[in-house]
């Protein structure tokens, strides 16, 4: 996971900096490491997932992402991306306040 998540940054990167070039060969070396990496959940997987967990910890706002973030991690790592968790979290936790 950390080498996909590297290999995601430096595109990003290149692509600021205008070096497509680079940006397209880290693009298909991601996509081979991609092949050897456990299936990622799908994001109305991950949103059900989060949204059991926000009830089982009994979070009410973002106050309480801290608890949610502890135990989504916990729950969904290898499984699911973590800035994708917390930007789901983030967005459920603000709806429900």
């Given at each position: 996971?950390?080498?996909?998540?590297?290999?995601?940054?430096?595109?990003?990167q290149?692509?600021?900096?205008?070096?497509?070039?680079?940006?397209?060969?880290?693009?298909?070396?991601?996509?081979?490491?991609?092949?050897?990496?456990?299936q990622?959940?799908?994001?109305?997987?991950?949103e059900?997932?989060?949204?059991?967990?926000?009830?089982?910890?009994?979070?009410?706002?973002?106050?309480?992402?801290?608890?949610?973030?502890?135990?989504?991690?916990?729950?969904?790592?290898?499984?699911?991306?973590?800035?994708?968790?917390?930007?789901?979290?983030?967005?459920?936790?603000?709806?429900?306040?």
């Amino acid at each position: 996971m950390q080498i996909a998540k590297q290999r995601r940054d430096s595109i990003e990167q290149y692509s600021k900096a205008g070096r497509e070039e680079l940006a397209a060969q880290e693009a298909a070396e991601l996509a081979i490491v991609e092949e050897y990496l456990p299936q990622q959940m799908s994001e109305e997987e991950v949103e059900k997932a989060i949204g059991e967990i926000i009830a089982s910890v009994g979070a009410t706002s973002a106050k309480d992402m801290g608890k949610v973030m502890g135990a989504a991690m916990q729950q969904l790592k290898g499984k699911a991306d973590g800035k994708k968790i917390q930007e789901i979290v983030k967005a459920k936790l603000t709806v429900e306040s």
